[in-house]
T-cell receptor, first 108, second 115 residues
């Protein structure tokens, strides 16, 4: 069975501090991993996917197959980063399995 | 180009009733997926429709059913509602092609409360 675990429900950091949102997964094959974000009063949207290997809004995520992790990182948190972040995976076919989400709060 | 829309925004039903939720896909998309998001949880995959046929189903009972129409809009029907069906129901559309994954665009959701 495939599973995504986000151990932190809430992560609070100060503006300018580094951010790391943790994500671990369980999947027997080679999944695709994603981070989705939901800003206040907005709909769920894709932030980044591991195969793109790109930085979006300063965020990066590296897939570590040995540790089955896909942590989301940003070196300097901004106030506008405050949002709900979901890690998700698919084994193919556009069927996403989501984690329970981490609420990121960036304090001034 | 319009995004994914869902109706109604919210509704209240009682146990045992039936409900139909609607989704209008983003222009040009041929696939729609439905997710259930209970309070404090991540979205959970219900099923997906591709070109009017069911194309995968999550761990939901048969009383959850769906339709996709030729214009790629979609319905989610839930029969014999239970209290645990109270959740936010999300619709997501995408263009399924030769890539293993194509970005899904989510609607704003329908908040269902079962009393």
């Amino acid at each position: 069975a495939q599973r995504v675990t986000q151990p932190e429900k809430l992560l609070s950091v100060f503006k300018g501090a580094p951010v790391e949102l943790k994500c671990n997964y369980s999947y027997s094959g080679s999944p695709e991993l994603f981070w989705y974000v939901q800003y206040s009063r907005q709909r769920l949207q894709l932030l980044l996917r591991h195969i793109s290997r790109e930085s979006i809004k300063g965020f990066t995520a590296d897939l570590n197959k040995g540790e089955t992790s896909f942590h989301l990182k940003k070196p300097f948190a901004q106030e506008e980063d405050s949002a709900m972040y979901y890690c998700a995976l698919t084994g193919g076919g556009n069927k996403l399995t989501f984690g329970t989400g981490t609420q990121l709060k960036v304090e001034l | 180009e319009t995004g994914v829309t869902q109706s109604p925004t919210h509704l209240i039903k009682t146990r045992g009733q039936q409900v139909t939720l609607r989704c209008s896909s983003q222009s040009g998309h041929n696939t729609v997926s439905w997710y259930q998001q209970a309070l404090g949880q991540g979205p959970q995959f219900i099923f997906q429709y591709y070109r009017e046929e069911e194309n995968g189903r999550g761990n939901f009972p048969p009383r959850f059913s769906g339709l996709q129409f030729p214009n790629y809009s979609s319905e989610l029907n839930v029969n014999a509602l239970e209290l645990d069906d109270s959740a936010l129901y999300l619709c997501a559309s995408s263009l399924l092609g030769i890539s293993s994954y194509n970005e899904q665009f989510f609607g704003p959701g329908t908040r269902l409360t079962v009393l």
